[in-house]
């Protein structure tokens, strides 16, 4: 019965790729496997910066064993922000911090009460939230599962760089 | 002593239900499986559309056997985005994409530098992350576990309609 | 080989923390484990709140049994969001309610046709997805693994403060 369930006979014509272990309640199958790491990216200057392949070497050796899964990213900071986008045109990155510094206010105008860690915090942090701290992406067949043109953003919303951690969790068959 | 913990002695009084493999450390219960699949979402307007039946339609015939899981959404594109709303009213859907376009400059008096796809376009990344590409729902009981009114949105930010795919992960007992 | 995945024979300066199943594909040892439970949150005033600690009271007999894992929290509703941001100075969070009531028109010159269940309404749908209403937190060593700084924020966007509901789904070995 678990077995039919992953291989139903009706598949949807719009499916191109299925991937499964429809052993896995015998025995003779490797249960799920999970790794995590925490790196350190270099600091950066505020900003998109793509980081995709920063990300791969990492954990290249673990990846590369995941027929199917999910590798999970968590930036541990709360004034930067990971998030996917367009992995060519330096300017996308470019016109986003743009975006960002003309939407959240800074300065002295700005209407924030929390001013103590500098006139660049209070927007850092709404940054943060805007984007989010966590990605999930897909695992298939040994690589990160994106679209041709997705990338990973590491988006530095403080003026002076440091360097970030983020734990990287892998999880899949 | 892992059974205990699925069975602890002190249970909150505000659980209102909770799903375990308590015997997962036994040969004799099914590992956690996994199921993968990329489907295609037909073109759709720019704007706010509600998917939930399309996703669920194609998956219905892994999900259901599940007990307990995660559900991944991944869109592979950077100029549309998935997020969970409201399910009811249209006009919500609608006011949302009033407030996306009220809040992304577009046109000629829009400072971006990336103007090669078209005017709609670097306002479409920027929204692309705004929302995210990305959505994890639970799995409880066979079916996506979402609140009465919550709905999965597919937000197409280009003024072009194209296919969208979408690459679902299934993970759980 | 699967050992080997997880054994790198180089292993990267940057790492930190490294927690596998290397022997995952033996019938000894116990397959990933998963929990799952739906609590309710008491209703808080219209704002951002640190759930930090109610979170993981609600979980930590579970938790404690995760030696490397996931923690998924998704809410139930559409008119609140979750997201991390920082867990100590409180202006930081009424500055973020200071933001989304800046950025999010409100009140008779907004533009949303969906008011029918009040003003406050429309605006919190949209605050709603601009944060998202879903969390994925590694766990090592039996713990949250977040930054410092970094805490759980439920965002309370409607004006009359009702109980919310978040499902928590623990997975991991």
Redo the contacts between chains.
Sequence with gaps: ??IS??L?N?V?V????????PA??T?K????????????LPPQKRGCHLITSKIV??IE??L??FK???A?L?????SASL????NY?Y??R???E??LN????EGPSA????T?EGPDD?PA??K???????????I?NGKL??????GI?LCEHRDYPTSR?V?I?L???
Excluded at 29 to 40: N, S
Excluded at 128 to 138: A, C, D, E, V
Aim: net charge positive; with cysteine; proline share 7%.
């Design positions: 019965m678990q369930m992953f139903p009706k949807p719009r499916v191109k790729s299925l991937h499964t272990n896995a309640s025995a199958v490797a249960a799920p496997k999970w790794a995590q790491k925490t790196i350190t070497k990492e050796p673990e590369c064993g199917c899964g999910l999970h968590f930036l541990h900071h709360t998030t996917i986008n367009e045109d300017d996308v470019d016109d986003t743009t975006f003309k939407i959240v206010p209407p924030w009460k929390h103590i209070m942090h709404i943060s939230s805007m984007f989010g701290s966590t990605l999930m992406i897909p298939t599962n994106m679209g041709t043109w997705q953003w951690t734990v969790t999880n899949g068959i």
